[in-house]
């Protein structure tokens, strides 16, 4: 379930009018503006839910970067981070956090892709 507001719209889709980076944090979140941008590449305000299922390879219409914990292992969210990082590449940074005993889960440690 989500709730995209008008107010967030307007911020939104002027910084994008600006050519401005758009960073998402959360991939809850990137579900919420993946599921409301239409076709002209804005956000329109929004609430409800969404089956919106995003795996690679996926074309990203809003966000130029996104924050996201790292989500477990195996799971869905990780094959959303993978569409949106690259699958070798967060497959590489999943290695070496695994080797580094990084925390993993909704409260472990978090990475921002660019």
């Known amino acids: 379930q989500f709730?995209?507001?008008?107010?967030?719209?307007?911020?939104?889709n002027a910084a994008k009018d600006r050519r401005s980076?758009?960073?998402?944090?959360?991939?809850?979140?990137?579900?919420?503006?993946e599921t409301v941008v239409s076709t002209d590449?804005?956000?329109k305000p929004r609430e409800g839910w969404t089956?919106?299922?995003?795996f690679?390879?996926?074309e990203f219409k809003f966000a130029?970067?996104?924050?996201?914990?790292?989500?477990?292992?195996?799971?869905?969210?990780?094959?959303?981070?993978?569409?949106?990082g690259g699958y070798?590449?967060?497959?590489?940074?999943?290695?070496?956090?695994?080797?580094e005993k990084y925390r993993f889960g909704a409260y472990g440690d978090a990475m921002m892709i660019i």
């Open 64 to 84: 130029d970067a996104l924050v996201t914990n790292f989500t477990m292992p195996y799971s869905t969210l990780l094959m959303m981070t993978a569409a949106f």
């Open 56 to 58: 690679p390879p996926y």
């Open 88 to 99: 070798e590449r967060i497959m590489e940074v999943y290695e070496l956090a695994i080797k």
């Open 21 to 33: 980076k758009i960073c998402v944090v959360g991939t809850a979140a990137m579900r919420a503006v």
């Open 41 to 43: 590449g804005h956000v």
């Open 3 to 12: 709730l995209i507001t008008q107010e967030f719209c307007e911020n939104a």
């Open 51 to 54: 089956n919106l299922f995003i």
